[in-house]
């Protein structure tokens, strides 16, 4: 479904914490009706106060959405998963003050629910219904811990993002707020593992329960959080002239298709597809040539048919310049369909090729991983970043976050 627009998605693991937690708010109203109450009465309520709990945690989303449209930004989703919700953006807002305004926003609507939810649950209780008023008395004091510890000055809490939308603002700089929001992120996880564990262990239930997964889920996304910070700074650092391989061979435009014949038999057939033969007359570079006149063409006409004849132009091939960025050629890299681009140097010559496997073993030793010859030769097969690099993901992140800008369409890929 969609709200205001935004599409509604429930990950499967919340069909699993939602049967948890209906059992766990079930328990509580029998013990807390004494048996007196029929069980299938004591599992409804328990469905429903898990339900209204999740029903929060949307409106907590959607506080931090509508402001972001707001401000702006487009929101692509807002999903519920295991340990609450989440609504991605198409981008990060563009000035620190929307930033702080957009996290602001989640926390005061969980407030607001929880004075609310609490207010009733003391009317209920002395006029009405205590069952009711023990239901709506669950959901506000968990609504009011949502809302402060969503508070905490670290990421990926939204006191996270305050912070780091005030470090901005103070210091300039985003990627520092987002520094000083993930170190203090990392200690607050550890510190709320621990008090829950200990919560736990004292006769806390739901609140102990919640307070471990939310210090298990925000441990994780510091730890990924300054996974990406470094993934980002080597994709900034490094350029192309730095990473690139040189998976082409050379052949001179007056040689005959026979000789083209003979240098990919000469080839390693895992390789065939993987290299460029590039075309030169008295060594000036005017293009590459196929395989494609091989498979047309008989054998008898080999020795008669010129490779100038078969040349295309070098600007057909997708390229990059050696002083691009990493992050660029990532960007490059999954706009072509064969996953390589021909580097050009400095006097717009070929000096290389660049693909997947090359990029992503040069970010790895910059970070001092030496990846094992088979693991390469693997990933070189299939085309792909070795060791599941998300680095694509990371470098949308960069641009979502306004770290880089969208390179021009115009100079993106030419020589």
Request: with cysteine; glycine share 8%.
């Amino acid at each position: 479904m969609r709200i205001s627009g935004i599409p509604l998605r429930v990950h499967p693991s919340w069909f699993v914490v939602l049967l948890f937690f209906t059992w766990l708010f079930q328990n509580q109203v029998a013990t807390a009706a004494e048996s007196s109450i029929p069980v299938v009465i004591s599992w409804g309520l328990g469905l429903m106060t898990a339900l209204l709990l999740f029903v929060s945690v949307l409106l907590h989303e959607l506080g931090h959405s509508l402001v972001a449209l707001r401000e702006g930004v487009k929101v692509t989703s807002i999903t519920l998963f295991m340990l609450g919700g989440v609504a991605r953006v198409e981008r990060e807002c563009s000035t620190p003050m929307a930033s702080l305004r957009v996290a602001v926003a989640g926390p005061l609507v969980s407030l607001l629910l929880a004075i609310a939810m609490l207010t009733g649950a003391f009317y209920l209780h002395a006029h009405v219904d205590p069952l009711i008023a023990n239901l709506l008395r669950q959901l506000g004091g968990l609504n009011l811990m949502l809302a402060l510890f969503n508070l905490l000055p670290g990421l990926p809490l939204d006191g996270g993002l305050i912070v780091k939308a005030l470090v901005w603002q103070w210091t300039g700089s985003q990627r520092k707020g987002i520094q000083v929001a993930n170190t203090t992120g990392r200690f607050l996880s550890l510190f709320a593992i621990g008090l829950g564990l200990v919560w736990f262990f004292n006769g806390g239930r739901v609140g102990a329960l919640w307070l471990v997964l939310l210090g298990w889920f925000g441990l994780g996304a510091s730890r990924s959080q300054s996974q990406m910070l470094v993934l980002q700074q080597v994709l900034r650092e490094l350029n192309v002239g730095e990473a690139k391989g040189n998976r082409f061979r050379v052949l001179e435009d007056d040689q005959t298709l026979r000789r083209l014949s003979q240098l990919r038999l000469a080839t390693k057939e895992s390789e065939r597809s993987e290299e460029w033969v590039l075309v030169c007359r008295g060594g000036r570079w005017v293009g590459y040539v196929t395989d494609e006149p091989l498979k047309q063409l008989p054998v008898q006409q080999w020795d008669r048919q010129c490779l100038a004849d078969y040349t295309k132009p070098l600007s057909e091939l997708p390229s990059i310049h050696e002083k691009a960025p990493l992050w660029q050629a990532v960007i490059q890299l999954e706009k072509s369909d064969q996953g390589r681009l021909l580097v050009f140097n400095l006097a717009g010559l070929p000096a290389g090729t660049l693909d997947r496997i090359d990029l992503a073993d040069a970010v790895l030793q910059r970070l001092g991983v030496k990846l094992p010859v088979p693991l390469i030769e693997a990933a070189r097969r299939e085309n792909i970043y070795p060791l599941g690099m998300a680095l694509p993901q990371i470098v949308e992140s960069m641009l979502a976050s306004g770290l880089v800008e969208q390179p021009d369409e115009s100079n993106g890929s030419s020589s």
